[in-house]
């Protein structure tokens, strides 16, 4: 059986999809983009602003759905410019600090 996750404190889906969904004790989390969930804009800045703001997306996503960062097994990051790694490195690695995640990283252009 599966549960839909929802929290106001992340901005909502923009299309017809669920922010996360969890069947049993997976949690399956959309991906996300730079949105502030206040303005339900994208934030000024570069990468590490964010990469910043998607990671506290997730954050309280997971935290809604009773999980935390230390949870997550498998990520997968999408970047405009591959160039932007090291940057999104840097604040990824203050997100997972031990028992990392398997991750993807690729650009999508």
């Known amino acids: 059986m599966k549960k839909i996750i929802v929290t ?8 017809p999809y669920s922010q996360a969904v969890e069947v049993g004790s997976t ?4 991906g ?5 969930p206040v303005t339900n804009e994208i934030v ?6 964010q990469t910043e703001q998607v990671l506290k997306n997730i954050g309280l996503i997971l935290t809604a759905a009773g999980y935390s960062f230390a949870d997550v097994v498998k990520t997968t990051c ?3 410019d ?10 990824y690695a203050k997100y997972f600090v ?7 990283t690729f650009q999508a252009a």
């Open 8 to 15: 106001d404190k992340s901005p909502r889906a923009i299309g």
């Open 27 to 30: 949690l399956y989390i959309s």
């Open 32 to 36: 996300q983009i730079p949105l502030d």
């Open 44 to 49: 000024q800045g570069g990468i590490r602003e």
């Open 78 to 80: 999408m970047l405009a």
């Open 82 to 91: 591959i160039n932007d790694f090291a940057a999104m490195n840097e604040v």
């Open 98 to 104: 031990k028992d990392f995640p398997a991750r993807s």
